[in-house]
């Protein structure tokens, strides 16, 4: 598959990774954690604040680096870099189970805002910043959606979420309500308002988050079955259940 002049291949099923090939000089941006294997020739490199503002001065360095610490991710970057003149190949991996999903922003104004952490790896010229809740109540208290990031440019995004992912072609005025954890992702036009679950009972026995969004086309958004937070707390949940038995066992097995 080739999508925005790079040569891409997703693998797996349930747990995936994306494999890149990268030409000469051709360079890729990856979050920290994501980097799974690479070819020898390509450089690695850690880099203060978004990839296409090295050639600035300090000043912007800072500025994208705060945007991104906002966002809720971290102030470097690490980028990918092949030197030789032979196709290399770069993959990186999800952190948990779910799909991996490419994104040319060019077909989507060069703006796509999504849920923070979803990102995994992109072109060069993609920039990642803070994304602020239009409502100051919804940032303090809209949980999972209190932080958001916007992918900015011409290039083309990897981003990662869990479970299976649905695409809506949401019509101008249209309005569509999902749990705040399951956005993934949206394009700039789609309006959203996070508001809490009304009633005692709702809150207390639902077993569903406190928090909905509403969101009004026109626009595309991007849902996931599984965010993790729900996968964590299952897991947990189980853990607890099991009265300690397996952790007895495990315990045996280690000292």
């Known amino acids: 598959m080739r999508s925005h002049e790079i040569d891409y291949q997703i693998v797996g099923d349930d747990i995936q990774f994306v494999v890149l090939g990268l030409n000469q000089d051709e360079t890729v941006i990856a979050e920290a954690g994501s980097f799974m294997m690479m070819d020898e020739g390509i450089r690695m490199e850690t880099l203060f604040g978004n990839a296409s503002d090295q050639e600035k001065g300090f000043g912007s360095k800072l500025l994208s680096a705060g945007k991104r610490m906002i966002s809720g991710e971290s102030m470097f970057i690490t980028t990918f870099t092949n030197e030789l003149e032979a196709l290399k190949k770069v993959a990186f991996a999800a952190p948990y189970p779910g799909k991996i999903l490419s994104l040319d922003l060019s077909e989507y104004g060069e703006k796509i805002v999504c849920q923070r952490n979803s990102f995994l790896c992109a072109t060069k010229d993609v920039t990642i910043s803070a994304e602020l809740t239009k409502k100051l109540r919804a940032g303090f208290f809209g949980g999972e959606s209190m932080l958001l990031q916007k992918l900015e440019g011409n290039g083309t995004a990897f981003i990662h979420a869990g479970g299976v992912i649905v695409k809506r072609e949401l019509q101008a005025g249209e309005v569509l309500k999902i749990d705040t954890g399951c956005l993934v992702a949206m394009t700039q036009d789609v309006e959203y308002s996070i508001e809490m679950v009304k009633g005692i009972k709702s809150i207390a026995f639902s ?20 965010p993790f937070s729900r996968l964590a707390g299952h897991i947990h ?10 952790g007895g066992v495990l315990n045996e097995l280690f000292d």
């Open 207 to 226: 077993g569903n988050g406190l928090f909905n969004t509403t969101l009004t086309g026109p626009g595309t958004v991007w849902i996931q079955s599984m």
């Open 237 to 246: 949940a189980a853990a607890l259940n099991s009265g300690g038995s397996d």
